[in-house]
């Protein structure tokens, strides 16, 4: 008895804990690689006939998908997580290993201790993962999409905001376009003479696509008199935009090619000229939650490949499981979507998926045996 007591408060980091630990570590990368192969595989495929049809070279492609490595892994990090502890733990059950530790007075949470203290410090890698590499990367493979496969002129450097393009015989600049409503807002046309001098500049406060041409309300425009002042009228023309809302898009930046910090500036100097940030507050968060997805896996996937009660055996358990992995998705995405909508308060649209698996996950895991 006074064994079995010593065994159930093991201190974290013997022999069973390191063997334990090596195995997880082992299967987790195997399973990053394999998964992360087969998710650029999906994406060549989804990006097949596009590739071809713009005739970029091999390498061009090559460096397209070296560049997009690092977003991959960061996307289905939480799914190898979760594969590794199903796949470590299931192998121990079948060995009777699992049996093994029980008999000697471990309980479920003791065995798992070793795991879920590996799944936070995965979570804090896809953190500084998410902050170096998938940003400078992701922002390189979008340049290489936009201007080499799709063969745009990459004519903005900030996204979907201050994007500058050039017209003819003008520059026209856009504090900001809404990649979800495509509408415009702050539109300045500055028109120049032939030797590059400005004659004057035209404002648009909105614009909006109606589905064939940008429709804007009343415009204002200034320009230089010959005694140097300037005057002002009325207009109602619509801008001289050629680019449709897809090539736009084609310019904007996601916000994964954005740090957490940068993306925290980006919001302040867009509230600070009056443009809704709704959407990008709800990004800002995503970065802070979404690495704690493994952590989530390990607590969900533990107590289905090891409590006695859950009949079926593994292959039950691991699509027990596999079916609440992919519930998280959707219930990210769902929540994503109310969140860039204003549905939803920006934390609550990021956090709330985490906050119901985690009471799952914890109820689960600490439930009697």
Not at 45 to 59: H, M, P, V
Not at 213 to 219: F, L, N, T
Request: a neutral charge; one cysteine or more; charged letters at 20%.
């Amino acid at each position: 008895m006074a064994a079995r007591e010593q065994t159930r408060f093991l201190p974290l980091g013997g022999i069973l804990d390191l063997y334990l630990a090596r195995g997880f570590v082992r299967t987790f990368f195997s399973s990053l690689l394999i998964i992360t192969t087969l998710f650029m595989i999906v994406d060549l495929f989804d990006r097949a006939g596009t590739i071809f049809e713009s005739g970029a070279s091999l390498w061009t492609v090559i460096c397209y998908f070296f560049y997009k490595i690092p977003i991959s892994v960061s996307r289905i990090i939480g799914f190898a997580t979760l594969f590794s502890t199903l796949f470590g733990l299931g192998m121990l059950a079948r060995s009777h290993e699992i049996t093994a530790m029980r008999a000697s007075g471990l309980s479920v949470q003791r065995i798992a201790l070793p795991l879920v203290s590996l799944s936070f410090a995965i979570c804090a890698a896809t953190f500084f993962l998410n902050e170096s590499l998938v940003p400078a990367f992701s922002y390189r493979a979008d340049t290489i999409y936009k201007s080499e496969i799709k063969n745009k002129q990459q004519q903005s450097l900030f996204g979907n905001r201050d994007i500058w393009i050039r017209g003819d015989g003008s520059f026209i600049n856009i504090d900001h376009f809404d990649t979800n409503t495509n509408a415009l807002e702050g539109v300045t046309i500055f028109v120049l003479n032939r030797d590059f001098s400005l004659q004057g500049f035209v404002e648009f406060p909105r614009g909006r696509w109606n589905g064939k041409k940008w429709e804007v309300e009343q415009a204002v425009e200034w320009r230089f008199l010959p005694d140097g002042k300037m005057a002002s009228q009325k207009i109602e023309v619509p801008p001289p935009i050629a680019e449709t809302p897809e090539d736009l898009k084609l310019l904007a930046r996601d916000a994964s090619e954005f740090t957490y910090f940068d993306l925290q500036k980006q919001i302040a100097d867009m509230k600070a000229k009056g443009i809704d940030t709704t959407a990008y507050e709800v990004d800002l968060q995503i970065k802070l939650a979404l690495p704690f997805i493994s952590p989530l896996m390990v607590l969900l996937a533990v107590p289905f490949a090891l409590k006695k009660h859950i009949s079926g055996g593994v292959a039950l358990s691991f699509g027990i499981a596999m079916t609440i992995g992919f519930g998280y998705w959707v219930l990210i995405s769902f929540c994503i979507s109310l969140g860039h909508s204003g549905a939803l308060p920006a934390w609550l649209a990021a956090w709330a998926p985490n906050l119901i698996f985690t009471m799952t996950g914890i109820y689960f895991f600490t439930a009697e045996e």
